[in-house]
Nanobody, 123 residues
């Protein structure tokens, strides 16, 4: 079973940037759809960005133009570049895999999850 490990979170001022990484234990990202979600206390996990197996990307409206998802197949790693951060972007960020070539904005469609990495944006 594939394991996903996120890193790169931290504390940043509003307007700043971070790059999150998600390392997969097996060469899964070149075959499967991957996604990033985020969650704050008391709220449901929400979709942020994802790509399907052929690399086509899609984003939540709230982050479009500010966040960029990318991948390095050779490193089995997915990235999420966070730019122009806002306090409302503060959350635990998770990467996930559907285990299929097909992407989704629905949390229920993802089979494998990482442990999450905290992003805190101060005003």
């Amino acid at each position: 079973q594939v394991h996903l490990v996120e890193s790169g979170g931290g504390l940043v001022q509003a307007g700043g940037s971070l790059r999150l990484s998600c390392a997969a234990s097996t060469p899964t990202i070149s075959s499967y759809a991957m996604g990033w979600f985020r969650q704050t206390v008391g709220r449901e996990r929400e979709f942020v960005a994802g790509f399907v197996w052929n690399g086509a990307e899609y984003y939540a409206d709230s982050v479009k133009g500010r966040f960029t998802i990318s991948r390095d197949n050779a490193k089995n790693t997915v990235y999420l570049q966070l730019n122009s951060l806002k306090p409302e972007d503060t959350a635990v960020y998770y990467c996930a895999s559907t285990g299929t070539p097909y992407g989704s904005r629905l949390e229920s469609q993802y089979r494998t999850w990482g442990q999450g990495t905290q992003v805190t944006v101060s005003s």
